[in-house]
């Protein structure tokens, strides 16, 4: 991940903190030209500022909608995995009497 990171710098610009926070700065032709390759390293997570002349004018992030079909998604798995794989012969009120003894 850091190696990919470092990858995206070295290819479309700088680093900018901000509010904790790095995004990747990138020039605003820049952006228009690789736009493509920009949304899908978006869809994967990661967050660019769009500048023109080095002012900030844009973040390119990812959706909040797609942030929380993520969530969504997660839980239907964990729901998912809990049926297909539940805890059986385990005795959880001797393993609890166990640890208080």
Same mark, same amino acid.
């Given at each position: 991940?850091?190696?990919?990171?470092?990858?995206? #710098?070295?290819?479309?610009? &700088?680093?900018?903190?901000?509010?904790?926070?790095?995004? #990747?700065? #990138?020039?605003?032709?820049?952006?228009?030209? &690789?736009?493509?390759?920009?949304?899908?390293?978006? &869809?994967?997570?990661?967050?660019?500022?769009?500048?023109?002349?080095?002012?900030?004018?844009?973040?390119?992030?990812?959706?909040?909608?797609?942030?929380?079909?993520? &969530?969504?998604?997660?839980?239907?798995?964990?729901?998912?995995?809990?049926?297909?794989?539940?805890?059986?012969?385990?005795?959880?009120?001797?393993? #609890?009497?166990?640890?208080?003894?």
């Amino acid at each position: 991940m850091i190696l990919s990171r470092l990858v995206s #710098i070295l290819i479309y610009g &700088k680093l900018a903190l901000r509010e904790n926070v790095i995004k #990747i700065e #990138i020039g605003s032709h820049e952006a228009k030209t &690789k736009l493509p390759e920009l949304l899908r390293q978006v &869809k994967a997570g990661k967050s660019f500022t769009i500048t023109n002349r080095g002012e900030a004018i844009a973040d390119l992030v990812p959706s909040a909608g797609m942030r929380a079909k993520d &969530k969504v998604a997660a839980a239907e798995k964990l729901k998912a995995f809990m049926l297909a794989d539940s805890v059986r012969s385990v005795n959880f009120k001797k393993l #609890i009497e166990e640890g208080s003894a």
